[in-house]
């Protein structure tokens, strides 16, 4: 028997297929539309996600010449935050999906904010008032998109993240799919409250959200499931749906940073480094997210401190696709390391404003540093180290809410590959950086969920096992030259901050 995990991300989705020692059998990926309607909008299409999603599973199951009888249960991770608000009875979405990294509630956090709310939501949520989160997407489909709100009232309208809207589908869809969300992906909505794992009836009231159309909160990894399969859908039989997380927080699974003070960064379209801080919630005072690291069955909540970084990976797409650098994303390695550093280039890609530790939404993307020295080497060393750089930020952050350095840092994400920019992080940071075996740990992270949910690993000790280093990063910098390239870093990143409020 196999676990199926499902990860629908930002630009692509994949669905794998794990075995007992979390080896991965096959994959099958595909990538679907970018939207971008205006400066700052992104949206996605939900129907040709759910499409690529039926197509990514039959593609994996076949590659594996695995039966979907085989599969014990599948596991969902997903891009966080973006927002699906469809009609229950035809499955047809009111809107496209609104990205996470779309800017266009700016207006509607700023007012929220005038009006002394962000404390009310911090406390609550352990998130700022930020374009990032659901909450304020959705307001604007209700107040934007004309007979949502009605039908939300009346209960047609669903609102969903991309795991609810793909549980839907895949529980039956317009013939009675179940809508559930998991603990880790509510809780990235601006409307869940940390401390009751539910959704909160203050921040409902303040943003003007019927709560008729939420999904039910559910653990991670839950015994009971979140239902099964439907026979008619892509799989083509009955198997147990168990296990749910966003994206990040899979990793952190996948990494097996089970304990408290255990980190991972993972290297997607962004970059995002999550810490354990065990089952209390840790306010952050420097600028990071306090969020739910998952659920496992009737266990207590496990929370994490986050550092979210917007784009990382999306900048090496951004070079390749409107700039046309270079064809294939991994070749940016092999220009970078035609020079010996950046010439004093900086890249500050702020293109969905800033996130942490900044939250700055009117930042726009930046290059400083240019001569007529500098060429496509250097912008494309500069755009590897850009990801280190604000790593880096996050990471400062995090030592210092949490009040103890970081010894080490597991990464994982596509971008891991690329040695050049694991070396120039472990120079930067100072300690060194440890890349798994396994770096598709979003993946096996969901895995994980579902397959502890129905007795196909057996505990946390089980799930640590599997775990092993492949290659680890030492630091050889000298302090001064770290201290002085950070400081030319945050030299760029002051002149990108504000640019768009003119
Ligand atoms: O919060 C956004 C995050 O979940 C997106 O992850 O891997 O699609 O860049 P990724």
Redesign the pocket.
């Known amino acids: 028997m196999y676990i199926g995990a499902l990860d629908q ?3 692509s989705t994949r669905f794998m297929v794990f075995d007992r020692q979390g080896r991965e059998i096959a994959r099958h990926q595909l990538e679907h539309r970018q939207i971008y309607p205006r400066p700052g909008w992104v949206e996605h299409d939900p129907l040709e996600i759910w499409a690529r999603t039926q197509e990514a599973i039959q593609g994996a199951l076949a590659k594996a010449g695995v039966r979907p009888g085989e599969l014990a249960a599948l596991g969902i991770t ?5 927002t699906v608000v469809w009609n229950k009875n035809t499955g047809e979405p009111y809107h496209n999906a609104i990205v ?2 779309d800017t266009r509630t700016d207006a509607i956090c700023e007012a929220l904010k005038a009006e002394g709310l962000e404390e009310v939501f911090r406390k609550k949520t352990g998130l700022p008032l930020s374009t ?1 989160f659901s909450g304020p997407k959705l307001k604007w489909i209700l107040d934007h998109v004309p007979g949502v709100r009605e039908a939300a009232e009346r209960g047609d309208a669903l609102f969903g993240t991309v795991d609810t809207w793909l549980i839907w589908w895949l529980t039956g869809g317009p013939k009675g799919g179940r809508h559930v969300t998991d603990v880790t992906n509510a809780s ?1 909505t601006l409307l869940m409250n940390l401390k009751t794992l539910d959704w909160d009836e203050e921040l409902l009231a303040l943003l003007g959200i019927p709560r008729a159309m939420l999904p039910e909160i559910r653990p991670s990894s839950d015994p009971n499931l979140y239902g099964t399969t439907d026979p008619d859908g892509p799989l083509g039989r009955a198997v147990p749906v168990a296990g749910a997380l ?3 927080q899979a990793a952190l699974v996948g990494q097996a940073c089970f304990l408290p003070g255990e980190a991972k960064n ?1 290297y ?5 480094l999550l810490l354990n801080t065990g089952e209390t919630p840790v306010e952050s005072t420097r600028g990071l997210l306090t969020t739910v690291a998952y659920r496992f069955g009737e266990a207590p909540a496990v929370y994490a401190l986050e550092g ?1 970084i ?1 784009i ?3 900048l090496v797409q951004w070079l390749r696709d409107n700039l046309d650098f270079f064809d294939f994303s991994h070749h940016i390695e092999d220009y970078a390391r035609t020079v010996e550093d950046s010439g004093g280039v900086y890249i500050v890609p702020a293109f969905s404003g800033l996130f942490a530790p900044y939250w700055d939404p009117y930042a726009r993307g930046t290059i400083v540093g240019l001569t007529r020295y500098a060429t496509k080497g250097h912008l494309c060393r500069a755009a590897l180290e850009s990801v280190a750089y604000q790593t880096k930020d996050v990471l400062l952050a995090m030592e210092e809410d949490a009040g103890l350095p970081l010894s080490l840092l597991k990464v994982d ?1 596509g971008m891991v590959k690329n040695e050049l920019l694991m070396q120039f992080q472990a120079d930067l940071l100072g300690v060194p950086v440890v890349r798994p075996q396994v770096t598709e740990t ?1 993946a096996l992270g969901a895995a994980y969920a579902a397959g502890l949910a129905v007795g196909y690993w057996k505990d946390l000790e089980e799930l640590k096992g599997n775990w092993r280093a492949e290659r680890t990063f030492t630091p050889g910098m000298a302090e001064e030259e770290r201290a002085r390239l950070y400081a030319g870093w945050k030299r760029a990143v002051e002149r990108s901050l504000g640019w768009a409020r003119g």
């Open positions: 991300g930002t630009t997903n891009q966080r935050e973006t996470w990294q990032y990235r966003g994206d990040q993972t997607g379209t962004g970059c995002f979210s917007a990382a990976g999306a994400g979003t």
